[in-house]
């Protein structure tokens, strides 16, 4: 396997040199080149065509979104923001021109702490080669062919008061997931009459700024899970990061728990805890949806989704960033229908029974 090529992009010396460091300590990783600021990593990334790049958001001369803009319209590269938990919101813009993942650092200020992030750098440098290098794009562009390939109003409610045969639609996703969740909800009808619980593997301290980011733009309403919250229809919760969000049927309706990951749980917050538990308490009222991540999570949960009576979804490998989730999703033979991100939306509402083509 020919190495990793990459290109560092940080305004501050330290943390060029460490992230360096870092890097190359890793099998089969190159650093080929660094840069200070947007303008000189451009030229960096036209001279040296690296197949990685990590980047650091506020810069002198070229800020990284600038950069972003231009690199993903002329020349596509995997990139991988490196950006403190203060800079949350800058974080999902990031994401929305272009940006495959990101790491958290301890703290925006200059500090050795920063080498707290290797295990999270290794593991998301070694996941380039899983990258579909052609759906890194700006998230404006994926909602424009969204458009073009159909939304709602080409189809038409079976009922007017929209009623679902499923009660909750669950989703689970990780890496190239926040474009893809919001492609889905853009798809979506203005009302849902279902809830939806969404697992985004993502670390602590950014889900309540994805959450509230997405509520913003959307008619639903979208929150950060709090333990006791209850499911309902046209809420969507989001797990916090770091943590599982379970569920539990009261007598008056069925909450959310939010609670530690187990030791055995390698991603979270965990697909599979969701699905399970939802699975226990919803049978065949439940459609799960599996998008795009690396690794295998999710793919215990769907077992528990199907024998429970429920449905399962999973992207189509040609728009997932990492076909790696839907693919050991379908591996296990109980997906319904697999799908683009650009016509999830409409698969989700054909299961339920919402649309029907029109004719």
Request: aromatic content about 6%.
């Amino acid at each position: 396997m020919r190495p990793i090529r990459v290109v560092v992009i940080d305004d501050s010396a330290y943390n060029r040199r460490t992230i360096t460091k870092m890097l190359q300590e890793i099998e089969n990783v190159e650093v080929v080149g660094y840069a200070s600021n947007g303008e000189e990593g451009l030229r960096r990334i036209i001279d040296l065509r690296p197949d990685l790049i990590t980047l650091d958001l506020e810069m002198p001369r070229m800020d990284g979104f600038t950069m972003l803009r231009i690199m993903m319209n002329s020349c596509p590269t995997p990139t991988i923001v490196i950006s403190a938990k203060s800079e949350d919101e800058r974080v999902f813009k990031a994401l929305e021109l272009g940006a495959a993942d990101f790491i958290a650092k301890p703290t925006s200020s200059i500090s050795e702490e920063i080498i707290t992030i290797k295990e999270d750098l290794f593991a998301k440098v070694r996941n380039v080669f899983n990258l579909n290098i052609s759906r890194l794009r700006r998230h404006d562009e994926t909602q424009q062919a969204d458009e073009e390939a159909g939304g709602f109003d080409l189809y038409m409610p079976l009922k007017p008061e929209l009623i679902s045969r499923f009660d909750v639609l669950a989703i689970g996703s990780s890496t190239g997931g926040p474009p893809a969740l919001q492609a889905v909800f853009a798809s979506l009808p203005v009302e849902i009459p279902f809830g939806v619980a969404v697992a985004q593997h993502m670390p602590a301290g950014f889900t309540k700024a994805f959450a509230e980011r997405l509520n913003r733009t959307f008619s639903f309403e979208i929150i950060e899970a709090s333990d006791g919250d209850y499911v309902r229809p046209n809420r969507i919760f989001i797990a916090p990061g770091g943590k599982n969000m379970i569920f539990q049927k009261l007598s008056d309706g069925v909450v959310a728990r939010i609670v530690k990951p187990d030791d055995g749980d390698r991603y979270t917050p965990s697909v599979d805890a969701m699905f399970s538990s939802l699975a226990a308490i919803y049978g065949p009222k439940l459609l799960s949806v599996v998008l795009t991540g690396m690794g295998n999570d999710g793919s215990k949960g769907v077992l528990d989704v199907k024998a429970a009576g429920g449905e399962v979804l999973a992207e189509a490998e040609d728009s997932a960033v990492v076909f790696g989730m839907p693919r050991e999703a379908i591996a296990t033979g109980v997906v319904t229908s697999v799908a683009p991100i650009e016509l999830m939306g409409r698969e989700i509402a054909l299961q339920s029974g919402l649309l029907m083509y029109s004719a």
